[in-house]
């Protein structure tokens, strides 16, 4: 008699799903976290410009007894009367003479010499470079009295040029720290092939290293641009003369004047057109800005 085993298979119990792990969560919940407080900080950011602009298209009336209304019409006329009898137009000028000087000369010394401090050893170059450094910690507070009387010695006080020449010192020590430690991560190689072909030290920098140094120029350029275009303190005491002011001292002195006539949107209007070159500026470049500010952290 023959008996017949059957093979019994036993069939394991499959694995239960593993938990998310708890990481995952908390960083979940960290971003949400973050994107809040970003969307506050842009909502307090954007509503006193958005309600600026407004602002600066509504008559006088409007501004005191409905200030969150949107304007009836565009009071274009405010803006024309700002330009016109403010004399915006004037300061505008100067201050894009003033500016346009001041940040070519501050982007072409400062990358030159970031460019020697960051490529070639020499005795003094730490020095050379740290006393660029402490530049950039010394106040300016305690250098407009002597800075004055250098500045009246040489014949340069009222002058568009004496301004375009303090602004361009008082931005070369933070251009002369970021672009060396920016051209610290741009590759080697390419220089030497230059020399190797026969091209010149300035023909190397000026045709080679400094496009491609374009993403730290552009950023460095910004920030000097906003720095520039917002100094009031300088021109104050190194520019007296009404006829050559700036948009900042412009500014004061139609918030004095108006607040007398109680023209406040042309105030609006004025402050309106002193806002918005920088407002264009970033927005055209901040993709830049981000580019340069992380090409210049990696290597």
């Known amino acids: 008699m023959t008996t017949t085993e059957t093979d019994v298979t036993v069939t394991e119990a499959e694995p239960a799903a593993p938990k998310p792990p708890r990481r995952r969560r908390e960083g979940g919940v960290l971003n949400v976290f973050s994107h809040g407080v970003l969307v506050i900080w842009a909502f307090m950011v954007v509503t006193p410009l958005l309600w600026a602009v407004m602002t600066s298209f509504k008559d006088d009336r409007s501004i005191f007894t409905s200030p969150w209304a ?37 982007l072409v010394l400062g990358s030159m010499a970031a460019y020697v401090l960051a490529r070639f050893d020499f005795p003094g170059n730490r020095f050379i470079y740290y006393l660029f450094i402490g530049g950039m910690s010394f106040p300016i507070m305690l250098a407009l ?33 970021f672009l060396t430690a920016f ?5 080697t190689s390419v220089a030497e092939a230059a020399f190797v072909d026969g091209a010149s030290h300035t023909r190397t920098f000026f ?28 021109p104050t005491v190194l520019n ?21 006539k109680g023209d406040w949107s042309g105030l609006f ?31």
Not at 240 to 260: E, F, I
Request: hydrophobic share 50%.
């Open 240 to 260: 007296t003369d009404p006829d050559k002011h700036v948009l900042t001292q412009g500014l004061v002195q139609l918030a004095v004047s108006q607040g007398y």
């Open 183 to 187: 051209f610290r991560t741009l590759p």
């Open 145 to 177: 009295v002597p800075l004055f009387y250098v500045v009246n010695n040489m014949g340069l006080l009222n002058t568009i040029h004496g301004l375009i020449l303090v602004y361009i010192a008082y931005s070369l020590p933070f251009t002369v720290f």
């Open 207 to 234: 045709q080679i290293m400094l496009p491609m140094a374009k993403p730290g120029l552009i950023s460095v350029g910004i920030f000097n641009f906003l720095g520039q275009w917002n100094q009031y303190m300088l």
């Open 70 to 106: 949107l304007p009836d019409r565009l009071h274009f006329e405010n803006w024309a009367r700002a330009w016109t009898d403010a004399n915006m137009s004037d300061y505008f000028l100067n201050t894009v003479l003033v500016v346009g000087g001041s940040l070519i000369g501050t």
């Open 269 to 299: 209007a004025g402050l309106v057109m002193a806002m918005l070159p920088v407002l264009a500026a970033y927005i055209i470049f901040q993709r830049q800005v981000v580019a340069g500010l992380t090409a210049g952290a990696l290597k």
